[in-house]
């Protein structure tokens, strides 16, 4: 089911797709975040939750709003309308609601983990598309997301892009440099929203990457850890950002354990 309308903010139709195996219902599902920076790419794009189709899982991806047409928090609203639009339709695509997951990577992962950390006290909720409902999920996989904007530039590399450059992914999705909207960067940061009853997340980073730094995702781990929350941290050895280092069947392999530990699937 391609192009199913989920929100129409400031009159723009915001879409997804849905994909839904053969077998048993209803069936669990794992939401698609894209990457690009905030500022490329759609739905359509490296849709790497597509192979989980196979083992009995459904599938969404989700287009959201670039920081060109809007900044933050336009980009965590979307994403939460999308997940309220498939649980308010649940019995409808013959989907699980209590067993909802979001796999995104880079500035995928960073919705991903912020979508994760603000389930428990419902902020950043927005109210474009279906409200009353729950955007909740029950599992979080972020592939080398960026956290604190604000302490990016201290992490990243000599020749790399300065994140406090005017014309920053970083910049362009807070409307300037994060040093110049601490409260704004500290509101996009997932770390923020950390208590007790975080759904479990599988953070995955190479120790090579030259756009969001390892850094990032080790704080975020720590945050985690720090109050006893369920976190499990797969460091990819010379990885970059993306790339042929996470087409690995080994990774494939334990983002899928993990979604099956984490949304109890009892067949695949």
Request: charged residues 20%.
């Amino acid at each position: 089911m391609r192009d199913l309308e989920f929100a129409r903010p400031g009159g723009r139709p915001l879409y997804l797709d849905l994909f839904v195996p053969p077998g048993a219902r209803p069936a669990p599902l794992v939401l698609w975040i894209h990457g690009g920076g905030w500022t490329q790419f759609t739905k359509t794009d490296g849709v790497q939750a597509m192979a989980l189709l196979a083992h009995g899982y459904a599938v969404a991806s989700t287009d959201y709003r670039w920081s060109s047409e809007a900044i933050f928090p336009a980009q965590i609203h979307d994403v939460k309308a999308a997940v309220r639009f498939l649980r308010a339709n649940a019995a409808h695509f013959e989907l699980d609601p209590d067993r909802f997951g979001i796999w995104g990577e880079s500035a995928g992962g960073f919705l991903a983990a912020l979508l994760g950390t603000t389930s428990v006290q419902g902020e950043l909720e927005g109210d474009d598309g279906v409200t009353g409902v729950s955007s909740c999920v029950q599992a979080v996989v972020d592939l080398y997301g960026p956290t604190d904007l604000l302490r990016r530039k201290a992490q990243t590399p000599a020749g790399a892009q300065d994140p406090e450059a005017p014309d920053s992914s970083s910049a362009r999705l807070l409307g300037g440099p994060p040093s110049r909207h601490p409260e704004r960067a500290r509101q996009a940061n997932p770390i923020t929203y950390i208590t007790r009853g975080v759904p479990p997340f599988l953070i995955i980073h190479g120790d090579a990457d030259p756009l969001v730094p390892f850094g990032q995702s080790e704080l975020l781990v720590s945050a985690l850890r720090n109050i006893g929350a369920p976190v499990e941290f797969i460091i990819v050895r010379g990885g970059g950002h993306g790339g042929d280092a996470f087409q690995d069947g080994d990774i494939f392999a334990a983002i899928r354990g993990f979604f099956d530990r984490t949304l109890a699937l009892t067949q695949s």
